[in-house]
């Protein structure tokens, strides 16, 4: 070999060019740690000691200096196992929960010159029902289960301050159309519905007004593999009409794959390799990630 | 003709971290220039690094060193080694398309909507983007119940051919394409090198695997020779 640096460490996560513009979320630094840090719980924490918990105080680094950039109509994955951090982070960047530290640009909010992490709630909860959706894993945790599918859209509409109750109903039977939900089963509640449907009511709700920014964590996990595929393909389906970002949660590789251009690799509340998802799973560089793609079946 | 690629002193080997930090060479200190309109015909044995410095040139595969010069449209110069998965990301949307040897089978999308979500990505309308799907197809054969089916339980030509449409219905200004041709009877064969020549024609550069010496003679302009990562020789060849 005439050249080449022999890399017996894993490669590096690349450094962020802070130069770089035209990004619609910028993350930098983004921390939660429950319980008592003390100044070197995330010194003693990371993949290098094959744990997230703090020897001394027992608090847990649930995510740590996760940084990362994400630019308009891109689908970023975010892979790793229980545990890892994954959807702590979206849950972080969706006012789930407040981070410890770190700090996040919104370009829809105040042309990203705010860190959002620092807003009042009342901005929070605008951010949250005009500019942002969230499908969970769960749909207990993103519908109300004694509302109507429709009245499940209509909250949504709602609390971005759209009160005409006639149009309301168009928009949520256009939406319930688009993800495949048969618009008769509108004002039935979802737990009369199969887990694929909810899944799909709980889609058309993120979307329902619209948002630049999309976060599903885990949204096919508990399906059989037809529902999955037919929800993935929905996924895609609307990512490419409406041109929407999403960070996609997922410790499923064939979902990463199959939705994602960009993939970041978690392990013990760290960012372990970051890149295109296809180098992610052709060309892995961490030891985790070689371990995650050898075991893809 | 104006440059379009330089692959100066690429390098690649792979660490295996959890098989005993097994490391297997893949390419050693290859470089080469391509001008815009050419088809390069890469040649070699099998594992002597043909697929590998395809992906390289796509940022699939990271180098260990070296560059990869890419002149793009705007007249700007990326080095794909390097460049922010940003920016590569835009330019696989805008001027490069990778065709791999197999169909990656997206499930439950029928082969004419896979064809022509190439052209719908560029800002095509649906409508003419199915249109020119179905034409693609008929002239490469596939059968007209298959259109609208999912590729998954096709034979494996049959899946080459949506692979082969997907790769050239939008013209793409740079094609780097893997055995195109394997699997496809002779006439069938003849009609995807035509198409691909029609394309070079309206300038588009190539890159092109194939074992398969009738599709070599018929397209390659230049030949690249690789031997256990190296690069043997560089011939001209006299242009089909």
Redesign the interface.
């Known amino acids: 070999m005439s050249s080449s640096s022999p890399t017996s460490a894993p490669a590096q996560v690349a450094p962020l060019n802070d130069a770089d513009t035209g990004w619609l979320l910028r993350v930098r630094g983004l921390s939660k740690i429950y319980g008592e840090p003390i100044s070197n719980s995330v010194q003693y924490t990371g993949p290098a000691h094959g744990t997230n918990i703090c020897p001394e105080t027992d608090a847990i680094v649930a995510c740590a200096e996760i940084s990362f950039d994400l630019y308009p109509g891109e689908v970023l994955g975010v892979v790793g196992e229980s545990g890892s951090g994954k959807s702590t982070l979206v849950q972080l960047l969706y006012f789930d929960q407040q981070a410890t530290a770190g700090e996040v640009q919104f370009q829809a909010i105040d042309e990203g010159q705010t860190n959002i992490l620092g807003l009042s709630n009342q901005r929070k909860r605008h951010t949250r029902s005009n500019l942002m959706g969230m499908v969970y894993q769960n749909p207990r945790d993103g519908l109300n289960f004694s509302f109507s599918a429709g009245g499940n859209i209509a909250e949504k509409l709602l609390m971005a301050g759209n009160f005409h109750i006639g149009r309301i109903r168009e928009r949520a039977s256009f939406l319930l159309e688009k993800t495949e939900v048969p618009v008769k089963r509108m004002d039935s509640t979802p737990d009369t519905f199969s887990g694929g449907m909810q899944q799909r009511v709980q889609i058309s709700k993120a979307i329902a007004n619209s948002p630049p920014l999309l976060f599903l964590d885990e949204v096919t996990s508990g399906l059989d593999v037809s529902v999955q595929a037919r929800v993935l393909d929905l996924i895609r389906h609307l990512q490419r009409e409406l041109g929407v970002s999403m960070i996609v949660v997922s410790h499923d590789l064939a979902v990463i794959r199959m939705l994602t251009d960009r993939t970041l690799v978690m392990k013990n509340g760290r960012i372990v390799e970051s890149g295109l998802t296809d180098q992610i799973l052709q060309d892995p560089q961490h030891p985790y990630t070689q371990l995650l793609v050898s075991s893809l079946l | 003709m104006p440059l379009l690629l330089q692959v100066q ?1 690429v ?8 098989q005993n ?1 097994k ?1 297997i ?1 893949a390419l ?2 290859v470089s080469f220039k391509m001008d815009q309109g050419d088809i390069l015909g890469l040649t070699g044995k099998s594992g002597s690094g043909k697929s590998s410095l395809m ?1 390289c040139i ?5 180098v ?3 560059r990869i010069l890419l002149h793009t449209g705007s007249g700007a110069v990326t080095d794909l080694a390097s460049a ?3 920016a ?2 835009r330019l696989r949307q805008t001027e490069m398309f990778y065709c791999s040897q197999f169909l990656s089978v ?4 029928p082969a004419a909507d896979i064809v022509a ?1 190439s052209l ?2 560029k800002g095509v309308s649906h409508a003419d983007a199915a249109e020119q799907a179905r034409d693609l197809l008929s002239k490469l054969g596939l059968p007209r119940e298959l259109w609208d089916a999912f590729p998954a339980t096709f034979s494996g030509g049959e899946q080459q051919r949506v692979n082969v449409a997907r790769a050239i219905i939008a013209a793409p200004r740079f094609l780097l394409i893997d055995e195109p041709t394997a699997s496809l009877d002779p006439k069938t064969k003849d009609v995807v090198i035509d198409l691909v020549l029609a394309l070079k024609a309206r300038g588009t550069s190539v890159v092109l695997i194939t074992h398969d010496q009738h599709t070599l003679d018929r397209m390659a302009s230049r030949r690249l020779h690789l031997e256990h990562g190296r690069v043997r020789e560089l011939e001209t060849a006299v242009v089909a």
């Open positions: 002193s390098s690649k080997h792979f660490q295996l971290h959890i930090n490391r060479a050693d200190d992906k796509y940022r699939t595969y990271l260990n060193s070296g922010s998965e940003h590569v990301l997206i499930p439950r999308v979500e719908t990505r």
